[in-house]
């Protein structure tokens, strides 16, 4: 749900959250910057991501869209099946543009982020996680730079059931929050995949996302970035 897997896949994918703020504002997301999702060789995949639609309410209302985490490269390094150790190892290349509307940009700075991707699976249960660094072409005063990690641990069982358990961090070494770290913990649960037709097939999940900060960060209006959320996700690939 929130950890981008190593694995190529093709599909198409709708993402919803539900952030609640620590000032009380509420941002609804719809699509979450997610789209097509394409394998044109048997070592890489491109994903064709649509900008998220988003409406804040409560505190500072806007409604429009995000900016556009357009294209990623994603190619596989190294992998292995079951029998010979069960493990993937992938890097991506990610392009932000500064396309959203004023309450939702970081215009005029692109966004490059570099990631490197890696799983591993013993039977039924995988830990897959991701580092990446987001490198802003401008704004750096505000934005900065940032080391962005990631972990799920996944279970599966009869057939069509994933609960899973995730965390995702995030340090700012520069910037408004140079300094400042972001730790949210996700439990959640992905259903599927649900063959719909031939090679068609539909998986969807929900989880659960809640900041975990020191109890003295709460009253620093600029920690966290929100507070939990809900997160929905449907793909269906083919």
Same mark, same amino acid.
């Given at each position: ?16 959250? *539900? ?30 991501? +649509? ?22 490269? *994603? ?144 009253? +620093?209006?600029?920690?966290? +970035? ?13």
């Amino acid at each position: 749900m929130t950890t981008v897997t190593p694995r190529l896949e093709q599909e198409y994918r709708y993402d919803q959250y *539900k952030q609640y703020l620590q000032n009380g504002a509420q941002i609804d997301n719809f699509g979450g910057g997610k789209g097509l999702e394409l394998i044109p060789t048997t070592t890489n995949e491109i994903l064709l991501n +649509v900008p998220a639609y988003q409406h804040r309410s409560n505190v500072k209302p806007a409604t429009g869209f995000a900016d556009g985490n357009f294209v990623t490269i *994603k190619q596989r390094l190294l992998s292995a099946n079951e029998e010979n150790g069960n493990y993937i190892l992938s890097a991506f290349l990610g392009v932000q543009a500064p396309t959203g509307i004023t309450a939702f940009t970081n215009r005029p700075a692109w966004i490059v982020t570099p990631t490197l991707a890696g799983g591993i699976g013993w039977g039924d249960f995988d830990i897959q996680g991701t580092v990446s660094l987001p490198l802003p072409t401008d704004n750096l005063h505000a934005i900065g730079y940032s080391i962005v990690t990631s972990a799920t641990l996944q279970y599966h069982f009869w057939e069509y059931f994933w609960p899973e358990f995730a965390f995702n961090d995030t340090q700012w070494t520069s910037g408004v929050r140079a300094g400042r770290n972001q730790l949210f913990v996700s439990p959640g649960i992905v259903f599927g995949r649900f063959q719909i037709y031939k090679r068609v097939k539909l998986s969807f999940g929900i989880s659960y996302q809640v900041a975990v900060v020191p109890d003295h960060a709460i009253t +620093v209006p600029l920690t966290p +970035v929100y507070n939990h959320a809900w997160l929905l996700s449907m793909r269906m690939t083919f």
